[in-house]
Each structure stands twice: as structure tokens, then as C-alpha cells.
């Protein structure tokens, strides 16, 4: 492998010092706590305003950073920016998008080029540019967490495991069927 040139080196130092992470929260003082109508209305406008800001910042930099990749293959632009959001933001469905519309796949958190993806190492800038991460993989909806359904697929797990490995989980399985009836729903008898 070549040896890095001066201005490849110094390249790399501004790009590591641009994508820094962000600087801890300060902690929230009593008297910055919202008290009236008034304040919370300008503040929900003052995040909206911000927020719509900040998502077009950031689709332009991830479009900008598929131009990169499909001029200089070079996967640190995308790494940077995922350094550089803030902890709030959607990373997955960044990924997602990166992995849709450019020659990127993840490997332990950290992007890779490859020409196997989806794009088959094309880079789908027209497209991407349509389609913000946020709309491409939208936040799915939370689903409640049915507790029956839940101890029911944990117990066939079990039972699949013992007759695998030979392992005796039946005390664990009579424990979770015990607390599968007591959270089962009451039936009444009608007589």
C-alpha cells in the first residue's frame, strides 16, 4: 500500500476534527424548565423551525457524501457524518438509506464499499436525492408487547432447544407457563 501523502494526511486530520462527536448536554437547570402557554409555543416553533433546518443539512450532506462515493470510493465522508449527527438522530434508517442508494454495507457499525449491495456499486444520486432517510425507512410504530404471545413463543423456544440438546428446561417451562396463565385474560363462565 502506498504511503499517504502530505495533503492525503492533512486531509484526514480536518476530516477526523469536522466529525468530532458532539459535546455532552449540560445538565438542565430548574429555571430553564418551560412554565407558560407562551413559552411552549415558542420553543415547539423554535425546534420545528431548527429541526427542518437540520434535516435538510444533513440529506444534503448524505447526498453530497454518495457523490463522493461514487467519485472516489471512499467510505470515510460516510463514517463522518454519522460521527457528526447528534445522538437523537435516526441512524438505522441512515444506514438503510446508504445501504439503498450507494455502494455501502455496514460491518460492526463502520461503512464498507462493496459492489455486491443492492446498487451493485453504482451510487443512485437522482433517486436518493427524492427520498430522505427519515421517508425511506420510516420509524416503525411501537406495538405493544403481549405478554401471553411472548411466554408462548419463549416456551417453544425452550421446548425446541431440549429436544436439540438434550437440556432439561422443564422447571424454567413450568415457571413461564404458570406466569402465562396469571397474565392470560379472564374468561367467564356463563351458566
Known amino acids: 500500500m502506498a504511503s499517504k501523502t502530505k ?21 438542565i437547570a430548574p429555571s430553564e424548565l418551560l412554565t407558560t402557554e407562551d413559552g411552549f409555543k415558542r420553543a415547539f416553533k423554535s425546534i420545528r423551525d431548527r ?4 434535516q ?3 440529506h444534503i450532506a448524505a447526498c453530497s457524501v454518495l457523490q463522493h462515493l461514487e ?3 471512499d467510505v470515510r465522508m460516510v463514517q463522518a457524518l454519522f460521527v457528526a449527527l447528534p445522538k437523537s438522530y435516526r441512524t438505522n434508517a441512515l444506514r438503510d438509506w446508504f445501504m439503498a442508494f450507494g455502494p455501502v ?26 427520498k430522505p432517510f427519515w421517508e425511506f425507512s420510516p420509524e416503525k410504530p411501537y406495538v405493544p408487547l403481549n405478554p401471553v404471545e411472548a411466554l408462548d413463543s419463549l416456551i417453544k423456544r425452550l421446548n425446541t432447544d431440549a429436544e436439540k440438546t438434550d437440556r432439561d428446561h422443564s422447571a424454567l417451562i413450568n415457571t413461564l407457563t404458570a406466569a402465562k396463565q396469571a397474565n392470560a385474560p379472564a374468561t367467564t363462565t356463563v351458566q
Open 51 to 54: 429541526g427542518a433546518s437540520l
Open 71 to 73: 467519485k472516489h470510493k
Open 7 to 27: 495533503a492525503t494526511k492533512t486531509a484526514d486530520k480536518d476530516i477526523t476534527k469536522a466529525a468530532k462527536p458532539m459535546k455532552p448536554m449540560k445538565p
Open 56 to 58: 435538510r443539512s444533513v
Open 105 to 130: 454495507t455496514f460491518k460492526d457499525n463502520k461503512p464498507v464499499y462493496t459492489k455486491k449491495g443492492a446498487t451493485k456499486g453504482k451510487v443512485k444520486l437522482t433517486a436518493a436525492m427524492d
